[in-house]
């Protein structure tokens, strides 16, 4: 079943940073069964292109490698880009979630983790509907 | 009695489950392996006197997002949720909810409801497109989705009846009676605007706070902040 909602598509900006270049086209292959947004992606290879991409534009979510050299994990990268006043969604993408230093993945500043398996149209929608819905201000307006 | 699901490794990914995008792995694990087309939680709390069901929706796999559900009028709201609250076994509808049935293509719909220690209670929706489902089937998966809802439950600090708050909860309760915005918050914590802002919903939520003012002032009543 597709996404067959009658609605204008939403617009969403991705840096995908990742050090192996098949993952940008793999995203790309299925970012095309997202019917329910219009996904632009950019793709970097290292950190400091990503941060410079950031610098130069405004993006709504991250996608990043856990391993990206030459930095060990997330716990260095992510930090690295939340110094760089960057306040959008981070999440993590790796083969394997399953170490226990993924646990610690919110104190690092990331949003969520997610296996590279686990990426589908599915799970991509989620992350785009989930992370760029407007969440600010709960029951503000029952005052 | 702490029981595991029938399948190890979406019993590991439960086990390891966080927030709310590790639950919606999870339930998503879940849904696929037993052919459900999507889901969605709602926690029977906190309800108004105008309902909106993407306020009381902790997780869905839906189209557009449990934002959609902003659209449902009160009335089918309201009629949803005396369904929903009623509910005190598990039950198959043979359509789905008039509220959900747009957002929630299916020939038929499972609803599983869980009461928390809290008192409070969440009611997993599943949207089923299959016809029949043998007994067994159906009995394996209440029990594993049922693993999970309790599991939620915990995460969300339904577990205790005097609500247990994160630390990140307080830090940004905190930096919210300073009078700081959300993303001026992310950008001292380290944090995305998002994330600030699920802390403050379920801070929010958690002592039944109406508006940010009214957060800090209870949060400052019961000692949470000083």
Known sequence: ?143 | MNLDLTDESIDAELNRAINRTDFFRVFRMLADRYGFLSFAVFELTGVRVEPRLDRICLLADLPRGRGSLANVSSEESQALLGQLAGLRRPAILPEPPAALAPYMPCRRANLIPMTALTGERLVLVLADDLATRPEAEVAGAIFDFLQALEKLAVAEGLDAETPRFRRREIEVVEWTAEGKTSSEIALILGLSEYTVNEYIGSAMRKLDALNRIHLVTKAIRVGIIS
């Open chain 1, 1 to 143: 079943m597709g996404d067959g909602v009658d609605e204008q598509q939403k617009r969403i900006g991705v840096l995908l940073i990742d050090d192996d270049p098949t993952e940008y086209e793999i995203i790309q292959y299925k970012l095309k069964k997202v019917e329910s947004h219009d996904v632009a992606v950019d793709f970097v290879s290292t950190l400091d292109d990503g941060l410079q991409k950031l610098a130069e534009r405004s993006y709504d979510i991250i996608l990043i490698d856990n391993m990206l050299p030459p930095h060990n994990d997330f716990r260095q990268t992510v930090p690295l880009i939340r110094k760089a006043r960057y306040i959008g969604p981070i999440g993590i993408i790796s083969s394997d979630i399953s170490s226990n230093y993924f646990q610690s993945f919110s104190e690092f500043g990331a949003d969520f983790r997610m296996s590279k398996q686990e990426v589908d149209a599915r799970s991509l929608r989620y992350i785009f509907n989930e992370f760029t819905r407007d969440n600010s201000l709960p029951f503000d307006d029952e005052v």
